[in-house]
């Protein structure tokens, strides 16, 4: 597997939106995505908003990339902000509560679609209790 390869199996970003900001994860979220994964933490605490984490496109998450949750959630909490978990898929899920991580489901929704191409999103699931 290449460089190129390796950084094309998943990634993650921030969509900065007016209201919130929004940690995009889609595909293989491991320890190549630490550069990527400090960046969003850091710019999304920058801004002092709302943190959703759209996890709606990822396929696998290791140890790494639940340690990024379990860090967002954390210092969301330190700095007062709302950190939730948006569409997770049964390999966040699976994991979170292999855990014993406390997803539970929330009422807030969000006024629109995280990205361009994604679906009307449903009512995150809160990790920050």
Same mark, same amino acid.
């Given at each position: %597997?290449?460089?190129?390869?390796? #950084?094309?199996?998943? @990634?993650? /970003? ?10 995009? %994860?889609? @595909? &293989? ?7 990527e994964a400090s960046? #969003?933490?850091? $710019? /999304?605490?920058? $801004?002092?908003? *709302?943190?959703?984490? !759209?996890?709606? +496109? ?15 959630? +954390?210092?969301?909490? !330190? &700095? ?6 948006? +569409? ?5 899920? !699976?994991?979170? $509560? %292999?855990?014993?991580?406390?997803? =539970? ?6 006024? @629109? *679609?995280?990205? *361009?191409?994604? =679906?009307? =999103? +449903?009512? =995150?699931?809160?990790?920050? @209790?």
């Open positions: %597997m290449t460089f190129t390869d390796e #950084a094309q199996a998943g @990634g993650i /970003a921030l969509v900065e939106r007016t209201d919130v900001s929004v940690v995009d %994860m889609w @595909g &293989e979220i491991d320890i190549a995505l630490r550069n960046a #969003a933490l850091a $710019r /999304a605490f920058e $801004r002092d908003l *709302p943190v959703v984490v !759209d996890t709606s +496109r990822v396929t696998f998450i290791d140890s790494a990339g639940v340690a990024f949750l379990v860090q967002l959630c +954390r210092i969301g909490r !330190d &700095e007062g902000l709302r950190v939730s978990l948006h +569409r997770p898929p049964a390999a966040v899920l !699976d994991v979170l $509560r %292999m855990l014993d991580l406390d997803v =539970p489901g929330d009422a807030n929704v969000l006024d @629109g *679609p995280t990205t *361009p191409t994604a =679906p009307a =999103p +449903r009512a =995150p699931h809160s990790l920050a @209790g």
